[in-house]
């Protein structure tokens, strides 16, 4: 098999069990709606990969996914890069999200952290300081119980190996997305950008 055909059945092998988290995702969408359009925070990280994908939620989120609405506060914070290398630099890289959780969190926003290992220091760190300071902690992961998985409150576990969990990621984020958009329709029609 060429490397194109070997990975789209690796993905289309994922696809099927990663299908039993559209109720947490629809649900994770509605608490989001919830919490964003009352004034609140989502707060992403990750590493590598999946700080491209915590990017790219955070941009669909300020920006738009398709339809018209106000821009929603999503911070991703590995994309601050004079923030990363200065607390890198003073405090060490553990500390890189932990202390932007502390400095923009507040109690009821959402943390959702992105690894597909689920082991990343940095980031269990940044989970850690999101429970005391009382945000709400959701994690996607690669599949098998993980130490970021057991130390959030949700998590969703993608199948696959590592090109195939990050891409599940970028699905999991648009669904929420989608939920996210939906809910606030539902809710209140003035959060629609007219």
Do not use: K
């Not at 995702?25 to 919490?35: I, M, S, T």
């Not at 932007?100 to 690894?115: E, I, K, W, Y």
């Not at 940044?126 to 945000?135: C, D, E, F, I, N």
């Amino acid at each position: 098999m060429n490397p194109l055909h070997t990975h789209l059945a690796a993905l289309a092998a994922a696809i099927g069990p990663f299908g039993q988290a559209a109720d947490r995702l629809e649900r994770w969408g509605g608490h989001l709606a919830r919490v964003l359009g009352d004034g609140g925070r989502l707060l992403v990280c990750g590493n590598g990969g999946s700080a491209a994908q915590a990017q790219h939620l955070a941009a669909e989120l300020t920006g738009r996914l398709r339809d018209e609405r106000i821009p929603l506060s999503a911070i991703a914070l590995c994309a601050d890069s004079s923030a990363v290398t200065a607390i890198a630099n003073d405090y060490g890289y553990e500390d890189v999200f932990a202390r932007q959780v502390l400095a923009h969190g507040r109690s009821g926003d959402v943390l959702l952290a992105m690894s597909t290992s689920g082991r990343s220091p940095n980031v269990l760190a940044a989970v850690t300081a999101a429970r005391g300071a009382g945000l709400h902690t959701w994690a996607l992961t690669g599949p098998g119980p993980t130490p970021l998985g057991e130390l959030c409150d949700e998590t969703v576990r993608c199948p696959g190996d590592g090109q195939v969990v990050q891409e599940l990621h970028l699905v999991a984020a648009h669904v929420i997305c989608e939920h996210v958009d939906a809910h606030l329709r539902l809710r209140d029609d003035r959060l629609v950008a007219s």
